[in-house]
């Protein structure tokens, strides 16, 4: 095998060593849910920072570990599409999405205003709905 052939093999097998260790996406553990009933009114927008703070004494909270579900929060998640700008939504429900190295924050306003991580997302219905239907059920 000439250098040009053992240089090839070598950068193949790395290249798909690579791929096989660097692309696998993180599993979601767990949604830990704090949010608020759907009629809880503020006089001054409630950003995500200050959430529990202002609502200290009407939070409820839930948390997701059912791997179906989480299954299907994981596929609306993948499809969010980041937008550019930085914002503050109105919050009314904050998620914790837990996975093994890290924990994404996700605000929902009541409008369905969502951001991950302080940035706005879009193509955030099915989250939405999805995380409305796990606490707000019971109301129905």
């Known amino acids: 095998m000439g250098q040009k052939n053992k240089f090839l093999y070598y950068s193949i097998i790395i290249f798909i060593i690579f791929l096989l260790t660097g692309c696998k996406k993180e599993q ?16 001054v927008p409630v950003n995500c920072d200050i959430f529990e703070y202002a609502f200290k004494n009407i ?12 299954k299907n929060a994981d596929s609306c998640i993948s499809n969010f599409i980041q937008l550019d700008n930085s914002v503050h939504v109105d919050t009314r429900i904050k998620c914790f999405l837990v996975y093994s190295q890290k924990t994404d924050t996700v605000c929902i306003s009541s409008a369905g205003d969502v951001a991950l991580n302080g940035k706005l ?17 019971d109301l129905k």
């Open 59 to 70: 939070i409820k909270e839930k948390t997701l570990v059912d791997k179906k579900l989480l």
């Open 28 to 43: 979601l553990l767990k949604i830990e849910i704090k949010y608020t009933l759907p009629a809880t009114f503020s006089s």
């Open 121 to 137: 997302v879009g193509n955030e219905e099915k989250f939405v709905a999805f995380i409305r239907d796990q606490i707000y059920s």
